[in-house]
């Protein structure tokens, strides 16, 4: 079995979680989460989690990025998993860091690459396009969602996004 | 001793790196690296580094983001080190994905907290202020940082930065 204990390994700075079994050293870095605002016509995709964490509550579709993946290539895949959805991105809405969780998070603006096309994927209970006065702001999964969707509507009137990302 | 196997874990997709030992598994998620160009008088910050990877090579102070930090206190906290600035941000200058070292790469602008004062820090061999034409293209250690220098001019002329960045 996996055992940690914290200690700081040779020519470090700081503790790390080191197993007593085997001496791995887990260098614990913050994990990347991509997602996507898909807007058609105002609205906006959400879909209802059918797995924990807040199974039944409403999230954008995002998830964590895969080894080698550019963020926009995990938005993509992601919106694909759980929303069934072929999309193209059109820009970056905002980077949200949730320190407790190490995670950073990477949300895109995007519209459907085709007329929208979309269902509920494994992990989705049910996949919907919802109007601004639609939106079940109480049952929204977590805080990262509402603040995305308010950084996507302040973004809406041709405001440019100038965050450069470029992959090799 | 750690001894990795790649094995599809219950309930997952695609190969993980688990150890025969223990029976940890090691997710692989792409690591974020955080930097900042830092000017003065149109002068860059550049750092020759003392150690491998590409030491004695010039580069932008960055380095991999710590568990439960911002990428823009990343930065901070880099400059600090390899460069023995304190510095104030000014927005994102550009995303940088790293594919085969499964890196995102974020580098910020930014300007010296106080009067120019900077020294070479531990992982550093000499830092020093260069203006545009003096930049030694040909020593620069990785890809990442030409395109960065290069983006941070063009985003010169109060090109705003629209990135919402937040963290809780």
């Not at 963020?71 to 069934?84: I, K, S, T, Y």
């Not at 049910?126 to 996507?152: C, G, M």
């Amino acid at each position: 079995m996996a055992d940690f204990e914290q200690k700081i390994p040779e020519g470090d700075t700081r503790p790390r979680a080191i197993c007593r079994t085997c001496g791995f050293i887990d260098y614990e870095n913050p994990k990347i989460v991509a997602g996507a605002v898909v807007s058609y016509d105002g609205r906006i995709l959400l879909c209802r989690r059918a797995i924990e964490p807040r199974a039944n509550f409403w999230t954008l579709p995002a998830g964590f990025l895969e080894a080698h993946e550019q963020p926009e290539e995990g938005a993509l895949r992601e919106v694909r998993e759980e929303a069934c959805a072929d999309i193209i991105l059109e820009g970056l809405i905002g980077i949200y860091t949730i320190r407790h969780l190490s995670q950073v998070q990477m949300f895109f603006r995007a519209r459907f690459a085709g007329p929208p096309a979309f269902a509920a994927g494994d992990e989705t209970l049910d996949a919907r396009l919802f109007a601004w006065e639609e939106i079940p702001w109480d049952d929204i999964a977590f805080p990262s969602v509402t603040w995305t969707l308010n950084h996507w509507r302040t973004g809406q009137d041709g405001m440019p996004n100038l965050a450069f990302s470029t992959a090799v």
